[in-house]
């Protein structure tokens, strides 16, 4: 069993940064694609970002692209996502994802997480 715990949102003005964190506890987490949702009011939940068990390779949604990067520090259990150039648009609540998929694209990180592991979230405001 593994245990996600997201940490870092709050309220921060347009323009402005934050950077999540993710730690995990339980059964170890360096063989897990780790990723992040977010879901705004009234809206689907929807695929932000993910990484490969290595720290290899990230997949961005276009949404985020340029502004948002995901890393990861095994040795910690700890997976990161640095926002910058906040939009009001980016507030939700952000979850945190494990799954076992060698691939966590979008489309296989979202079909492996049937049978994976889920954080409880962290809100994020953006004031304009």
């Known amino acids: 069993q593994v245990q996600l715990v997201e940490s870092g949102g709050g309220l921060v003005q347009a323009g402005g940064s934050l950077r999540l964190s993710c730690a995990a506890s339980?059964?170890?987490?360096?063989?897990?694609?780790m990723g992040w949702f977010r879901q705004a009011p009234g809206r689907e939940r929807e695929f932000v970002a993910s990484?490969?068990?290595?720290?290899?390779?990230?997949y961005i949604a276009d949404s985020v692209k340029g502004r948002f990067t995901c890393s990861r520090d095994n040795a910690k259990n700890t997976m990161y996502l640095q926002m910058n150039s906040l939009k009001p648009e980016d507030t939700a609540v952000y979850y945190c994802a494990a799954a076992s998929t060698e691939l966590p694209s979008k489309r296989y990180f979202t079909e492996a997480l049937r049978s994976g592991y889920w954080g409880q979230g962290t809100q994020v405001t953006v004031s304009s």
């Open positions: 990484i490969t068990w290595s720290g290899s390779m990230s």
């Open positions: 339980g059964r170890t987490v360096s063989r897990l694609a």
